[in-house]
């Protein structure tokens, strides 16, 4: 099905991407991270078969603009480096083209940055829960977004540093966090980015994040505020006609969200899915019944309905339809939940979407196994273009 649906881009002289009909986004947990610092890379120049995988999911769908969650982070951007050059760049398959792109970003991120505070109050202060971000090393679980077209750098921003206090009507369990505690916590479990990258003309800006899981916690639910609030932070954000964004500021100290009249896609592993699993009630619908935002069209993939079937247990408990899953977590415990998402604004004009997850025996289904998350995609037109 994917395949039929790839697009060609038109260079230009230079070498960029021009203005394309249509261009695809998508959002894929990799699940590439690493119990020690720089294993990642080790892994990745020894040859990982997981890798590979990833890098098959990746040629057959094929994105123009891409975000990677779990992908760990390495100052000089080694593991990226090779993960493009010796795995996305190269055929890893019969029938798969090579994918090239000239465009990346990557940046520090909260998870595994020592904080010096015993947030999990047991005594302890060095340990993965009292970090920033839930880790054992600075940079696991990163983030990283490749591109067909330019991002802007220089107007890049992000709000690793963003204090969760700082947001009006937070929902910091103030039992659980004493007010020294509260007044170091960080927002973002990785970070937030806003990055602006050039299609044709225009400009789209591409939100990308990757909330904690709102579980791991206890009664106080510190977990699943954190996610709830993380998800509220990109409602506020793109809410900038209502004054709502007026309290956010980035790492440089730029103050406010985004443009009223900006074109943007929010991507990545929101950790919240709209029916089931443990997130706070309507952590998700601050986004999907967003008045900025067009939710109606609902990724989805028949591998997931029929993995939902196979596995029970836990799936058959659910509310929410299964072909919309885009995780498959433990049947006894949560089983799938939709939890990756791609979010346009509403005066893109969404022409297809899906959620890679082929059913067993299909071509390219053992791909999927490299991660417990599945791609999911969606193809947009800029307004003005022609149809």
């Known amino acids: ?59 057959r769908v094929r994105p123009d603009i891409l975000l990677l969650n779990e992908f760990d982070f390495d100052e000089q951007g080694e593991a990226a480096r090779i993960f493009r050059a010796s795995y996305l760049a190269i055929s890893q398959g019969a029938n798969l083209k090579p994918l090239k792109y000239p465009h990346h970003f990557f940046a520090a ?4 940055l020592p904080s010096g505070i015993d947030l999990n109050q047991n005594g302890q202060l060095d340990e993965p829960a009292d970090a920033f971000g839930f880790g054992r090393h600075p940079g696991q679980y990163g983030m990283l977004v490749l591109s067909r077209f330019p991002i802007d750098r220089d107007q890049a921003r992000t709000f690793q540093k963003f204090l969760w206090q700082e947001m009006p009507g937070h929902q910091i369990p103030r039992d659980y966090y004493s007010p020294a505690t509260s007044a170091r916590l960080r927002l973002s479990s990785k970070s937030h980015w806003d990055l602006p990258i050039r299609i044709g003309k225009q400009t789209l800006h591409l939100l990308a994040s990757h909330p904690t899981p709102p579980v791991f916690d206890g009664s106080e639910d510190r977990n699943g505020r954190r996610n709830h609030d993380e998800i509220r932070f990109w409602a506020d954000y793109v809410a900038a006609d209502t004054g709502r964004s007026g309290y956010q500021y980035d790492d440089r100290g730029q103050r406010g969200g985004i443009a009223a009249h900006s074109h943007f896609v929010i991507v990545g592993d929101l950790n919240a899915d ?58 006894q415990v949560s089983g799938n939940l939709r939890v990756d998402y791609v979010l346009p604004s509403n005066e893109l004009e969404i022409k297809s979407a899906g959620v890679y997850w082929p059913r067993e025996q299909q071509e390219g289904a053992d791909a999927i196994q490299a991660s417990d998350h599945r791609l999911v995609w969606i193809d947009l037109k800029m307004p003005g273009q022609k149809k």
């Open 109 to 112: 991120v909260n998870t595994g």
């Open 274 to 331: 709209p029916n089931d699993g443990d997130s706070r009630s309507g952590a998700i619908q601050q986004l999907l019944t967003h008045p900025r935002i067009n939710s109606r069209l609902v990724p989805a993939s028949q591998g997931g309905l029929a993995a939902a079937k196979k596995q029970g247990q836990a799936n058959q408990t659910h509310h929410g339809a299964a072909e919309y899953d885009t995780a498959d977590f433990s049947d």
């Open 1 to 59: 099905m994917l395949a039929a649906i790839i697009m060609t881009l038109v260079y230009s002289v230079t070498g960029e991407p021009a203005a394309a009909e249509q261009f695809r986004v998508a959002s894929y947990n990799v699940s590439l991270y690493r119990q020690q610092s720089g294993q990642l890379v080790e892994d990745l120049q020894a040859g990982s078969s997981q890798a590979r995988d990833v890098a098959r999911v990746i040629q």
